[in-house]
């Protein structure tokens, strides 16, 4: 079962470490604002009073929540009748809630029949308390997750039920937060300094943006059923795939935001994903799985029958090419990737150390927070992150919302501009020389917000065309006496590792891989290959770009939670890649054939 944790990443196609496990796999994203001279810090509550009504058009929902935040913010702390002084309890200073009202479809088949089709919604709130004042509260240090407390809400708009269950979770998080306030203090009393002494918490202008709910998930189910069927079934022409998985899931999700600032948001996020996954083993024992997912905004943009046909027929020959392919050894060589291995490459080995809290912290490897405004990649590449673009071409990007997980507006942060660093991704936890928010504070329902990635997009000014940065690539592996050069065409998922207590290095796993031999011969495929490193000798390794981009859309799981991601970037040369070989397997191929395969494949027939 896989484990998230602090500075650990993962970046992979939609569900595909999931299904991986469940598989046998072996594989361990209109403002109104304060007067600039009002005082947010002051914890008074920017709200209308609970006995007003609603203004014509507001929720009942998002009216819900901000009656009872008004009630609670402004009861919490004082002195309840009967108690003494020495009972009165500290008073938070800042309270949201954020709820996720989301309605899903899910079908999944594999070996062309239907296991799952099933429908459902769920709304779950979470509350965060904070006490204490800005620059010390309940969450410092190890304690952030203190904020949160989540609850599951009524699906109806029960204005009594509603309040009640709020009310539950804000004394439940309210309880959690004074513990830890109080461990807080008593921890700043007796530890050494910091390094970096910043807040806790930032000052942001408050939001407010009513837009319209996501409409309910609707779904031929039928019909997708039938399709879901028939794009498994394809894998029946393939023996040797063991296992297959084809999983369309849909979802619909309006998140609702209400906080003691004043912001009140309601965003809609629609998202639909098909996702394949098919497996098969070596004659030697290893594990190798084919991937591959298509997304977009509804199951309409989602691609034509025939075109997902004829992908499930590509993985199904791929993955009998990779049985065959010889097992690969350790190198040290020039090496392409791909655009959407690239894409991958930048989101592990450099987005996740451009996070803003990666830059706070005695367990924090804080790789390049001394590095602003200076070089760290070649000259001709820029980064940036654009959560507010929806699409690269005609590809949906998941990694895009309009409103970040702490209500603040989401905005274009350019990275690095020509080579050079200029800012992190920032949530509302500030660090030394970077104070405010720049809209990427993202989290899983149930989790803290931190700065994270959306969409990541890679430019180059050095561009070739596919056939020359081959070019290069047989040429740089002649001039260093190497035999070969290789091409990374898919991938599959990746992690980097960014804790002070453990080496500042990343991985990522290949799916299809070829040597490119500088003699002329032909390219071949091998397998049981991963690409590791450390982040600051790669970077400088990149001598050239493709003229194409790709995307890479996924999800990536760290400290605040799987949240939905994309990458895009042109294929990249580097002059040196590390390869290590991947753990080999132990055990044997089935003993017993699959049922069917006496009936050989249609490739196998075209072979004879």
């Known amino acids: 079962m896989a484990t998230f944790r602090a500075g650990l990443c993962l970046a992979f196609s939609a569900f595909v470490l999931a299904l991986s496990q469940s598989a046998g796999a072996q594989q361990q994203p209109t403002s109104v604002l304060h007067p600039a001279n009002q005082d947010l810090s002051a914890g008074t509550p920017v709200l209308h009073p609970a006995n007003q009504n609603p203004s014509a058009g507001t929720p009942a929902l998002l009216d819900a929540m ?6 609670a913010f402004t009861s919490l702390g004082k002195q309840a009748p009967g108690k003494q002084d020495s009972e009165k309890q500290l008073p938070p200073y800042f309270l949201s809630y954020t709820v996720s009202d989301a309605s899903y479809v899910a079908i999944r088949a594999q070996f062309g029949a239907l296991v799952d089709s099933s429908a459902s919604r769920m709304r779950v ?16 240090g190890t304690h952030r997750s203190s904020a949160v407390n989540s609850l599951q809400l009524p699906l109806t708009d029960d204005r009594e039920a509603l309040g009640r269950s709020l009310w539950l979770a804000t004394n439940t998080g ?25 807040p806790d918490f930032s000052q942001e202008a408050p939001q407010v943006s009513v837009g319209k709910a996501a409409p309910p998930v609707v779904v031929d189910k039928a019909a997708w ?30 998140d609702y935001f209400a906080s003691s600032e004043g912001s009140r948001l309601v965003t809609p996020h629609l998202a639909a994903r098909l996702v394949v996954f098919a497996v098969t ?12 997912t298509f997304e977009a905004e509804t199951v309409e943009g989602l691609p034509a029958q025939p075109e997902l046909e004829a992908a499930m027929r590509e993985l199904g020959k791929s993955l009998e090419a990779l049985r065959k392919a010889q097992v690969t050894e350790p190198f040290d060589g020039p090496a392409i990737l791909s655009g959407r291995a690239a894409a991958v490459f930048f989101h592990e080995v450099l987005g996740h150390r451009l996070e803003g809290q990666r830059q706070r912290g005695d367990e924090e490897g804080q790789t390049f927070t001394k590095d602003i405004g200076k070089e760290v990649l070649p000259t001709f590449l820029s980064v940036a992150d654009d959560p507010t673009v929806t699409t690269f071409g005609k590809t949906w990007l998941s990694g895009s919302y309009e409103y970040d997980d702490e209500g603040q507006k989401a905005r274009r942060v350019d990275l690095i501009d020509d080579g050079v660093l200029k800012t992190f991704l920032m949530s509302r936890l500030p ?3 970077f104070g405010a928010s720049n809209g990427h504070g993202r989290a899983q329902t149930g989790r803290v917000p931190t700065g994270r990635q959306g969409n990541l997009i890679v430019t180059s000014t050095k561009t070739e065309p596919e056939s020359e940065l081959r070019k290069q690539l047989i040429d740089e592996a ?16 990746g992690f980097a590792v960014t804790t002070r ?25 091998v397998r049981g290959v991963s690409i590791v490193g450390t982040p600051l000798a790669s970077m400088k390794r990149i001598l050239a770009t493709g003229d194409k981009s790709e995307v890479f859309n996924g999800e990536c799981g760290a400290e605040s939670g799987t949240v939905p991601v994309s990458a895009v970037s042109p294929a990249m040369l580097l002059s040196e890649m590390e390869t290590q070989r991947q753990p080999q397997g132990t055990a044997r191929p089935p003993i017993l054939p699959i049922p069917g395969a006496e009936i050989a494949s249609p490739a196998k027939k075209e072979a004879q």
């Open 281 to 292: 083993r070596a004659d030697d024992g290893m594990d190798l799985f084919r991937a591959q």
């Open 225 to 254: 059923e039938q399709r879901v069927r028939a794009l498994s079934m394809v894998f029946r022409q393939y023996p040797d795939v063991y296992q297959n998985v084809v999983m369309l899931s849909v979802q619909n999700e309006t």
């Open 125 to 140: 709130a979470d509350v965060q308390v904070r006490l204490g004042d800005p620059k010390l509260d309940n969450t410092h």
């Open 431 to 433: 660090i030394a020389s």
């Open 66 to 71: 901000t009656t009872e935040l008004h009630r």
């Open 478 to 493: 002649k001039k260093q006496g190497k035999p070969y050069g290789l091409y990374f065409e898919d991938i599959s998922s």
């Open 174 to 198: 309210y309880g959690t937060a004074l513990d830890n306030y109080m461990r807080v203090k008593t921890e700043a009393q007796v530890r050494a300094k910091e390094e970096d002494t910043s």
């Open 501 to 525: 207590s453990s080496p500042q290095a990343f991985q990522v796993i290949p799916l299809v891989v070829y040597r490119v031999y500088a003699d002329g011969r032909p390219d071949e495929l």
